[in-house]
């Protein structure tokens, strides 16, 4: 749409520092100045958007996302969904995550081996709206972890939600072939779950020799792997194995909280913790009781994940919001509940919370020096906001407080002409 001026806004700019009013102008897809007033920000042409003193943040990133997970509650009922749908269903979500001002997601895992690549590549083409996307494969797991959902009478491995495998060799083979898919990140299942049965999260199931395999071939084609961690052990081998994105992390001691420390420049947590909060506490109308939560071992890990989680951010570990949104428990597009969480559970300020979706988003995503903060020269996804989200979290997740959504230059979300908010074109 041309140039972009946006006056009278609150710039919140991701970084960390403190608010302050000005105006900012977007050319074509890139932030070209930033001012403290209109005057000091070149205009001509632009199409100018008073805010009226709403805030103006960088779009959010979703660091542990799941498209394909269609809010169902067991992971075969997310598996069976026939292909036709399930290609829909990652593009009505992929829609509905930026207009709810995500506009960067790291794909975490998807339920079909090329699902994320596909949806990633329709949003570059331009074929569908969807937030700036990092396209995952398929977990990868072991006989009875998390993901191999497999019968004994039906032995067919595209009945599982993850893919089995039970060597070295199966290993390279399985990475392989995502990797010949296009992914852009192998996730690796290297601790159990607790909503696997017989797979307490605090256990640690893939051996060494498969996790180097993997490892070696994500090397090889400059890919990133990733990791559901949950247990110590198995952040520990995450780490050993030059693995980047360490997803949970509920588990830790001393030595997995220096060994974080020591990676902190490499590394990223994503914890995913609202799905802990919401097994414990919201997960009732499908039949898990809160008793029944308990004695799946959710109270255990939701303890110890907030003792860890508040450890790592006290050491400077970056520690990004998102996760695990896409069951029946945690829907689709709540996901900036996560902020609240870190404040409320973790220790951040309203302030890091926002870094960590915005500045550490930026980085998560190998952008770090071109997005994720209100910066010159930077990609302009930015977030007009109705009010403080310094103040009050929950805005972020309200849709109509979302005044306006804009990724690499383009709205995806317009202002509306109706409100008081008056915007023309400057002379
Ligand atoms: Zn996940």
Same mark, same amino acid.
């Given at each position: 749409?041309?140039? &972009? ?164 060799? /199966? ?48 090397? &090889? ?11 110590? %052990?198995? &952040? ?17 001691? /001393? ?72 069951? %029946? ?10 902020? /609240? ?10 302030? /890091? ?73 400057? %002379?």
């Amino acid at each position: 749409m041309g140039n &972009v001026l946006f006056t009278n806004v609150r710039i919140l700019d991701g970084s960390g520092a403190l608010p302050t009013p000005g105006s900012v102008l977007v050319q074509g897809n890139r932030i070209r100045a930033v001012g403290r007033s209109a005057a000091a920000v070149p205009s001509a042409g632009a199409t100018v958007i008073d805010g009226a003193g709403a805030t103006l943040m960088p779009g959010m990133c979703e660091a542990h996302t799941h498209f394909s997970w269609n809010d169902a509650a067991t992971l075969s009922a997310i598996q069976t969904m026939p292909l036709e749908e399930h290609v829909l269903w990652c593009a009505k979500v992929a829609k509905k995550y930026l207009e709810a001002g995500f506009t960067s997601c790291v794909g975490a895992a998807c339920a079909k081996p090329r699902l994320d690549v596909v949806t990633r590549n329709a949003i570059n083409s331009g074929q569908i709206p969807g937030p700036r996307y990092l396209a995952a494969s398929q977990e990868i797991t072991v006989p009875g972890g998390l993901g191999d959902e497999t019968l004994p009478h039906l032995p067919f491995p595209e009945f599982s939600f993850g893919v089995n495998v039970n060597s070295a060799d /199966e290993m390279r083979k399985a990475v392989r072939m995502f990797l010949k898919y296009g992914v852009d990140t192998i996730k690796l299942n290297l601790s159990g779950d607790n909503f696997t049965p017989d797979s307490p999260a605090d256990t640690t199931w893939m051996s060494d020799a498969e996790v180097a395999a993997a490892m070696d071939e994500v090397r &090889v084609r400059r890919k990133r792997g990733t990791a559901h961690a949950r247990s110590a %052990a198995s &952040v520990k081998q995450a780490l050993r194995h030059g693995i980047d994105v360490i997803y949970h992390a509920s588990y830790t001691d /001393e030595e997995a909280l220096d060994m974080l420390e020591a990676a902190k420049d490499r590394v990223f947590v994503a914890p995913g913790i609202a799905i802990l909060y919401a097994m414990l506490y919201e997960a009732e109308p499908w039949g898990i009781t809160h008793a029944k939560a308990v004695a799946m071992g959710y109270q255990h890990e939701w303890d110890a994940a907030i003792e860890s989680l508040r450890a790592m951010h006290k050491r400077g570990i970056r520690v990004l919001p998102g996760g695990d949104y896409g069951f %029946a428990f945690t829907p689709h597009c709540q996901n900036a509940r996560d902020l /609240e969480f870190f404040v409320k559970y973790l220790g951040f300020t309203p302030m /890091e919370a926002i870094r960590s979706t915005t500045l550490y988003g930026g980085q998560i995503m190998m952008k770090p020096h071109e997005l994720g903060v209100v910066k010159e020269g930077y990609l302009a996804d930015l977030l007009l906001v109705d009010g403080d989200p310094l103040a009050n979290l929950s805005i972020l997740r309200d849709p109509k407080r979302l005044l306006a959504v804009m990724k690499d230059g383009e709205f995806a979300k317009m202002p509306e002409i109706e409100s008081e908010r008056a915007w023309g074109r400057a %002379a």
